[in-house]
């Protein structure tokens, strides 16, 4: 049997902050190693409640990766940034 660990692998996060920079959505894209079409971006929504402090993730939603690249263009649109503050090496 093989784990999720395994099958799953995190291959991609980008993050956008909001104009007043106390919000933050986080977009983690996950591969499917096994099957190509199970893949999916995991999307974060958090609060910054001071900038040297870490975010706060409020919750989270699972979307097809086209629904979530479609997503992350409209936020960008909207007026939000993005960022590379709270990366992590992957």
């Known amino acids: 049997m093989v784990?999720?660990?395994?099958?799953?692998?995190l291959t991609a996060e980008?993050?956008?902050?909001?104009?007043?920079?106390?919000?933050l959505k986080r977009f983690r894209k996950y591969e499917n190693i096994?099957?190509?079409?199970?893949?999916?971006?995991?999307?974060?929504?958090?609060?910054?409640?001071r900038n040297s402090?870490?975010?706060v993730w409020k919750g989270s939603k699972i979307a097809t990766v086209e629904d979530g690249y479609k997503e992350y263009?409209?936020?960008?649109?909207?007026?939000?940034?993005k960022t590379n503050l709270y990366k992590r090496n992957l």
């Open 14 to 23: 980008l993050f956008l902050m909001n104009k007043q920079r106390n919000r």
């Open 34 to 49: 096994s099957f190509k079409e199970n893949d999916y971006i995991e999307i974060d929504f958090g609060y910054v409640f």
């Open 53 to 55: 402090t870490k975010p």
């Open 73 to 81: 263009e409209e936020i960008l649109k909207g007026g939000w940034k």
């Open 3 to 9: 784990s999720k660990q395994q099958v799953m692998k």
